[in-house]
């Protein structure tokens, strides 16, 4: 009788336990939100959203950091993607589980590991100074890129795996190559994987501040050319707080961050599913 | 002409890593036959299958002794291409294996990785190997929804119809029917007999009966090895071999 008692007795507890630690992970997650957008929220207007920025961001708007922030995170997701994805399928499908495979997997785990102000001094010797490329989009780029590279590998790695053999079968049996198997049956099914890790690499990319402050500079002058250096809403909020400019548009650009990420996820979803509906 | 030998397979042994999956296999496969083999699980029937259009290359640690002719020419040659003989040589599985793309392009697959794009001759490819398959009336209203839609037995004759969409030479069938009720098995039986016509057909049954309904000759294999080869009728009623007479009676198996 007792056995039984205690066995309920801890399934209850559990229970509370496990709803306690969602309830306050989304609590957490709710206040921060409702702080940032609260105090950002009456500082949007378009002007702010089209305006650049006056006295050091103290006053005009943001647009040079909007701007800044799409060209660093839509460079950094070109150059990696084709990396990664590339990786991924050279290691599910061109080498075995080998010497080779396993070093490329483990150093790709260490680099996901890496906080991002190691990659932005890696960044601000190699590309900056030593490829002379100095604080530019270019740089900052590239750094981002070799920041999510690994969290691409390792999605578009598990979204190629969790591809039925069969389909590879079918595929080589139909008298497919191996590069016509991968471009129109591993690819495709593997698209929806990949496009999760991507949606992740923008998130990191968006918000990234330390690595981007050292390989783009902070300029707030509006970029010409990917050589141009240029200031991210990241980098910009964290100037305006730390710096003590102007704390409400500090809490303007941060409502804009949150809201970009937010819609960028949205979309991406609303895609995502779309893709799997027609095909199944 | 009839009588004419399309594949042979000359002393041919296969190895898992060490551990062997056929020995010294000896046969001769006619052209416009039905041609079936037996046995119990972990005979080697699979194996023998994927080796006649080199489905075995996917799988690492294999290696294999004798050689395979088709049409007296060897399939291992070097200077023959593996797709090449794979579009000859095709093969449905055991299991429906859809890709979760539409009815169309599936049939299409084989075509388009062919080199075809024309949209008149796809269509017309599709509609020819779907009626092959005797499955055009059944879905040609819908040809552009997802594949997985069909019910089991109609994604199988979907495979089918995605292998004669090739027109292939061969077909290679490993337990065709092994998921399907017995409507769907005979439709599939009755659409192997008016495929005989066009096609040479190595059929793994899905059980004796199956080989008894629609094969000419029959193979029996235990243990990788090849017990016995004749006539269906006669590997079923008269077998030379007491262990063949043993599985065909159900003594074991």
Redesign the interface.
Known sequence: MRFYQSRYLTQGLAKILIWVASLFSIAVMILILIQILSEGIPVISLNFLLDHPRSMGREGGIFSTIIGTAALTGLAIIFATPLGVGTAIFLREYTRESRVSRIIRFGTDCLAGIPSIIFGLFGFIFFVIYLNLGWSILSGGLTLASMILPTIICTAEEAIKAIPYSYREVSYSLGGTKWQTITRTILPNALPGIFTGVILSVGRSIGETAAVILTAGSSLVMPTSIFSPIRTMAVHFYILAREGVSMEMAYGTGAVLIIMVLLVNTIANLLLNRYIRQRT | MSESVKISIKDFSFYYEEQPALLHINMEIPSNKIFSIFGPARSGKTTLLKSL?R?TD?I?GVRHTGTILLDGRDIYDEKHSV??L??RV??V?D?P?P???SIFDNIA??P???GITQKKRLNEIVEKALRSAVLWEEVKDRLHT?A??LSGGQQQRL?IA??LA?EPEVLLLDEPCSGLDPISTANIEETLLQLKKDYTIVLVPHNIQQASRVADRTAFLLNGELIEEGPTYEIFTRPKDKRTEDYVTGRFG
């Open positions: 259009n489905l996917l690492f797709t090449q794979r579009r095709g093969m599985f299991l294996t890709l979760p793309i697959y084989g388009r990785l062919n997802s997985l839609r495979c995605r292998v090739l």
